[in-house]
């Protein structure tokens, strides 16, 4: 008995909502609810405000009054009579600001590894042709601006997360994803490395065991004495380790919402404001 | 049948007749030049305010020079027309010093371009979107949805503010709480408010500036940043957030307390005392 979730697949996937019933689950800080009604599917939700939240529950309790009572409940009219609901997830659509807990400074011709966990964006479809309802993040992440001036810069989220040197420290969350980005220092000048700017719309998402996730490795390359960085996006991901420390394959979630080609020359470090 | 094309050949080969086609061949060319003008315009570096400015003038430019050649070949004495061309021109200066002043001024602000189609400004009283930069005036579309025209001089010689020429906007809040308050915990709260509202930016940080002893409040400003396109919610959701909790918090924000006093000449105000049984059935009759 799986109570209509296709095993071994975590949160992603397809799970069953007969009609007239609500289903509800919990990912990291939301709590979603789902109602199969005629004709029309019921989508509601909740947040939490702790961004590191690692509950994950496939089978919460559902509210007692209408789920339309809810704050940020949503209505969708579907012909199709199909039960199923499909889940999957996004990286976030712009770039991600994480920032360092200590000052951290990378000497001239040095290089580092910091693993910077980014939130994911959950898609909802339904239907036996899954038709896409509804797309949000899973904890909503406060905007930032990044860039020399208040006049010039790039719209941006910031991370509630500090980048870590080691992977372990930094916790693998099933409504995160994390990326290993390598800063190769190449110029003559120390680099201060208090912001790293994540190109999340132009990585890929993977996932490595039920609801772990991570993206490819990328590296950033800076040549010159300022803020900006050639950018390199691995094929993989390096991180293939399992929650048992045992190596696991990763599998592709979701494909880039922006595809880039080629090397790119972006501003990937701290800004003015700091 | 033929005695009528050896007429039409006879026509056709009189001088009149050819400086009617070359004059009709001048007009056409001239069309098609001033068309062709027209679209390498559009397909060229300018923006929509530009193109607005420049498409009539190039028309009207490349039209009168094409009539007046046409004419020339009609075989009009061209310094005649000029002659009353220029009578023409002066009487029409006299009459039309606004608009022209409106037409050059539009230059200097196609040459400036402090603004954009699209862009949200404020001239005066005004605020609204640009919809259009003629060449007399620039059109604005105010919030309340009407239409203002305000001709280009205008524009040149106010202050125009630009709203949406950056992409992020800071508020400034202007804020007062009671003496007895502790103005630290003030500032944790305020900073707190905007770090849980995700519309507020992380970059630029918000700040707190204390601005001093206000006559019934300790007075401080706090100024967090968010885009441009969030700037009257995030207005409004900090606002809220910001009294809510200091209401939770128990923290007093003071306005001004107004006491009637009638001196000592004028006789006091009447008061009349009510027992409570009398206030009871007034307010049950009411």
């Avoid at chain 2, 021109?89 to 009459?95: E, R, S, Y």
Wanted: charged fraction near 25%; include cysteine.
């Amino acid at each position: 008995m799986n109570n209509g979730r296709i095993p071994e697949t975590g949160w992603i996937g397809g799970f069953h909502v007969k009609h007239g019933q609500t289903r509800g689950f919990r990912i990291g800080p939301m709590t979603l609810w789902i109602q199969r009604l005629e004709n029309e599917w019921r989508i509601a939700h909740e947040d939490s405000l702790d961004p590191m939240d690692e509950s994950l529950n496939l089978e919460t309790e559902t509210p007692e009054q209408s789920i339309l009572e809810t704050k940020n409940a949503v209505r969708f009219s579907f012909a199709d009579d199909s039960e199923e609901i499909t889940f999957s997830a996004r990286l976030a659509d712009r770039p991600v600001v994480t920032r360092s807990e200590y000052s951290l400074n990378v000497p001239a011709h040095e290089e580092v590894t910091a693993y910077v966990s980014t939130p994911l964006w959950m898609v909802i479809s339904a239907g036996r042709k899954p038709k896409l309802l509804l797309e949000m993040p899973l904890y909503r992440p406060s905007d930032t601006f990044f860039g020399p001036s208040t006049l010039e810069g790039e719209l941006c989220y910031a991370s509630e997360a500090f980048y870590r040197l080691k992977l372990d420290n930094q916790p693998m969350l099933p409504h995160r994803a994390v990326t290993a980005v390598l800063v190769r220092n190449q110029s003559d000048k120390a680099l201060s490395l208090d912001l790293i700017k994540l190109p999340a719309p132009n990585l890929s998402l993977y996932r490595i065991g039920e609801n772990m996730f991570c993206t490819q490795d990328i590296v950033y390359t800076r040549t010159e004495g300022d803020d900006f960085a050639s950018l390199d996006l691995r094929q993989k991901p390096g991180i293939t380790k399992g929650p048992a420390g045992d190596k696991i394959k990763a599998l592709l979630v979701s494909k880039p919402r922006e595809k880039v080609t080629g090397n790119i020359v972006t501003r990937a470090f701290s800004s003015l404001f700091k | 049948m033929d005695s009528v094309l050896v007429e039409i050949n006879r026509v056709l080969s009189s001088e009149e007749a050819r400086a009617v086609i070359k004059a009709i061949v001048i007009l056409l060319a001239g069309l098609l030049f001033a068309w062709l003008l027209r679209s390498r315009l559009a397909r060229g570096r300018f923006n929509e305010g530009h193109i607005a400015l420049l498409r009539p003038l190039i028309s009207y430019i490349v039209i009168g020079v094409t009539v007046l050649w046409a004419l020339r070949e009609l075989g009009l004495n061209m310094s005649v027309l000029l002659g009353a061309a220029g009578i023409l021109t002066v009487a029409l200066g006299f009459a039309s010093q606004t608009s022209a002043s409106n037409i050059i001024s539009g230059f200097f602000l196609m040459a400036e371009r402090p603004f954009s189609i699209g862009d949200y400004i404020t001239v005066d009283q005004n605020t609204g979107e640009v919809l259009s930069i003629d060449l007399l005036s620039v059109k604005i579309r105010t919030y309340s949805n009407q239409l203002v025209r305000i001709p280009n001089e205008t524009m040149l010689k106010s202050n125009v503010t630009n709203i949406t020429r950056f992409p992020i906007r800071r508020l400034d809040m202007k804020l007062g709480v009671a003496y007895k308050e502790d103005i630290e915990r003030v500032r944790e709260i305020c900073y707190e408010v905007a770090h849980k509202n995700p519309m507020c930016l992380e970059e630029p940080a918000p700040f707190f500036i204390y601005k001093g002893f206000g006559e019934s409040a300790l007075e401080f400003q706090f100024s967090p940043w968010t885009t441009r396109e969030n700037f009257w919610e995030f207005t409004t959701q900090m606002h809220i957030e910001i009294k809510r909790a200091f209401d939770e918090a128990g923290i007093e924000i003071p306005f001004p307390h107004r006491t009637l006093y009638t001196g000592s000449v004028t006789e006091p105000f009447p008061v009349q005392v009510m027992s409570a049984d009398k206030i009871d059935t007034n307010s049950a009759q009411d």
